[in-house]
């Protein structure tokens, strides 16, 4: 990486538009190799097109009932947080394009992962359509309400902060698709969540590969970034109708919770990253690595608590469900 008309020192202040202009090398670098990694494939292929049939309606078709479809309960509730998140693609796209421009390396990029995300969204609104695994008419006024409400990134005011931000969150996303799978009563669902899963672990790569060169660049400012935004991390979903409450339920059935978010997502970037280990850091960054350090230790400790209460309560229903057999 070339970073020789920069000086890097302690108290060099990295403006955005310097890291921008800076990073755009390794920026182009990743591209390549996201492009010679990331392998093409057909989300019509993962969508059991001859389990569909008209809906009531236009068509009069067969109205939609629970029963029709094999997805359990708990996929189906996770099914839906995941459409909606990747729903609110134009938003994203509106955000990391205004934060990282569209012209260049930054540009094609920003190009090329709002095409591969675009897939997302098709690929599990066919399968669920097509299966009837979710109420059409809910899905829609759900997407209708997230989407008209928009979303607005945490991290907008700075560069830094939005880098390591989405090298976390493609990770947690690519947990919560996979997981998801897992619980999803189908093997169909399962595979066409891999594959999505697998295009996240690609954008996570490539984000936190970018993230590591933001840390040699700048490391003070990058591990101030990267603690404010592990400390403050919410899910992109957030303001979607009934969040809170699909959340806890996703919790609960092991598909994300605070356990899976410290192992599954937080340690294994900050780890590969070697961010606790990181020296020689000035006050700024020392104090943001002590932080980091601190509030990791809370979460795992909070991530215990939740362990034992997520054990308790499955052993009681699962008494409860012996009682009544
Ligand atoms: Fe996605
Ligand atoms: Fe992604």
């Given amino acids: 990486m070339t970073i020789a008309p920069m000086q890097r020192t302690a108290t060099t202040a990295w403006t955005d538009a310097r890291l921008i202009l800076a990073l755009e090398e390794v920026v182009e670098t990743e591209l390549n190799r996201h492009l010679k990694v990331a392998k093409e494939w057909m989300p019509h292929e993962f969508v059991p097109w001859s389990q569909g049939r008209d809906f ?45 421009g569209r012209e260049g390396a930054w540009g094609a990029w920003v190009h090329r992962w709002t095409a591969e995300e675009g897939r997302h969204g098709i690929a599990i609104r066919d399968y669920l359509l097509a299966t009837r695994a979710v109420d059409p008419v809910e899905l829609e006024r759900a997407r209708m309400a997230h989407m008209s409400e928009g979303f607005e990134s945490d991290n907008a005011h700075s560069m830094l902060q939005s880098v390591a931000y989405v090298a976390f969150q493609e990770l947690a996303t690519r947990i919560a698709h996979r997981n ?76 994300y919770n605070l356990r899976i978010h410290h192992d599954d997502v937080l340690q294994p970037v900050l780890r590969h990253l070697k961010v606790m280990e990181v020296s020689g850091l000035g006050p700024v960054g020392q104090h943001a690595q002590d932080e980091l350090g601190a509030f ?20 009681r229903r699962a008494a409860a469900a012996a009682a009544r057999a």
């Fill in 56 to 100: 009531d309606g236009v068509l009069g078709g067969e109205a939609w009932s629970l029963e029709q479809s094999k997805v359990t309960p708990l996929g189906r509730i996770s099914l839906v947080v995941n459409l909606l998140t990747e729903d609110n693609l134009p938003s994203y796209h509106h955000e990391i394009a205004t934060m990282f």
């Fill in 180 to 255: 998801t799978g897992h619980h999803s009563g189908d093997p169909l669902c399962d595979q066409l969540l891999a594959k999505i899963a697998n295009d996240e672990n690609l954008h996570m790569v490539f984000y936190r590969n970018l993230l590591k060169a933001a840390l040699e660049l700048a490391p003070d400012q990058a591990m101030r970034a990267i603690a404010d935004v592990v400390i403050n991390f919410r899910m992109p979903g957030h303001g979607m109708p009934g969040f809170e409450r699909s959340a806890a339920q996703i919790a609960i059935g092991g598909i």
């Fill in 296 to 315: 990791l230790a809370g979460l795992d400790a909070q991530a215990t608590r939740f362990d034992e209460r997520q054990a308790a309560l499955l052993a």
